[in-house]
């Protein structure tokens, strides 16, 4: 692997580790597990997926993100990683010499509709949960178009596919920024990270939340996002917002937010506009007995 590979097979890894270890509400973290799935299993699919992305060909993308979730499912039961797999992928693909603002839209415009072949494939792979049936290019089907034109027909009802159909608009116009402002004020990267978890909630109502429960109980949480984003008090606000998110089998599990915030975090740390984080100081607080089931943790330092 070239030094250029490595490193952003370190960004991935490190945007992955970041995302997960911040007890964000509502999702999984290191204090707190879903039935079938745990922060091991999010720690473990961010070390196989790292170097896959890493070597990624912007003419492939689809078949990389079908390897993603491949050889995800060697190392989890459950799916871990699809929406940040589809995510990372075009982010990853943008040319070394070139950020990701300027270089995003030629990665999109090139994406083919074998790419949509592949990237069905690994979806009806990881099975996730919420997904309906669609008049056009339904998921069971093998799609016509190519891989953005597939999103674009799906962008109005879920944040990833809005994000190929507006060329990242979410993460680029207001996330990265957000991240970059809540960095350089919040006392620590957890705090940076968990309201950034807030302002997308609160402008991006969870599109997980709005497929499981509906779009009412989505806006509904966006306001509870807000209001606790807000809150003078705001250490003290998140365990009442965290119990409502997991109330009735963790439904209102805001999936998606997590999703773009590992591409944020990505953008941010490739770009540079963050610093970047010690694997120690991410793990910090992580329970001594989960850091050995964490692979290849000494490789990035």
């Known amino acids: 692997m070239s030094k ?11 945007a992955c580790l970041i995302e997960a270890t911040a007890r964000k509400p509502g999702n999984v973290h290191p204090e707190a597990s879903f039935p079938d799935l745990t922060y091991t299993d999010f720690a473990k699919s961010a070390a196989v997926i790292a170097p896959i992305l890493a070597e990624i060909d912007p003419h492939k993308i689809g078949f990389f993100i079908k390897k993603c979730i491949k050889e995800t499912q060697q190392v989890s039961s459950s799916n871990s990683n699809l929406g940040m797999v589809l995510l990372l992928a075009p982010l990853a693909a943008v040319p070394r010499e070139t950020t990701i603002a300027e270089g ?8 083919t509709n074998q790419d949509a072949i592949e990237v069905y494939e690994a979806i009806r792979m990881a099975k996730p949960g919420g997904l309906g049936k669609t008049e056009a290019e339904d998921i069971s089907t093998e799609p016509t178009s190519t891989l953005r034109e597939v999103m674009c027909l ?16 979410i993460i680029l116009g207001t996330a990265v920024p957000a991240l970059q402002t809540f960095w350089n004020q919040c006392a620590d ?8 978890q807030l302002r997308l909630m609160s402008d991006f109502p969870d599109t997980l939340i709005a ?6 109980e989505a806006q509904q949480s966006a306001v509870y996002a807000s209001e606790v984003l807000q809150a003078e008090q705001f250490g003290a606000s998140l365990a009442p917002f965290d119990s409502w998110l997991r109330f009735n089998g963790n439904q209102r599990n805001p999936g998606t937010t997590a999703d773009l915030i590992v591409a944020t975090l990505f953008v941010a740390l490739r770009d540079g506009f ?13 329970p ?14």
């Open 274 to 286: 963050i610093p970047t984080l010690e694997i120690s100081t991410i793990l910090k607080q992580v």
């Open 4 to 14: 250029n590979n490595r490193q952003l097979e370190d960004f991935i890894y490190r």
């Open 189 to 196: 990267w957890e705090e940076a990270v968990i309201r950034l």
């Open 104 to 111: 995003i839209h030629e990665v999109l415009q090139q994406l």
């Open 211 to 216: 497929r499981k429960c509906g779009i009412e």
């Open 154 to 169: 799906a962008a109005d009802h879920d944040s990833i596919a809005s994000e190929y159909a507006n060329n990242f608009n």
């Open 288 to 301: 001594a007995h989960l850091v050995p089931d964490l692979r290849m943790t000494t490789d990035y330092e």
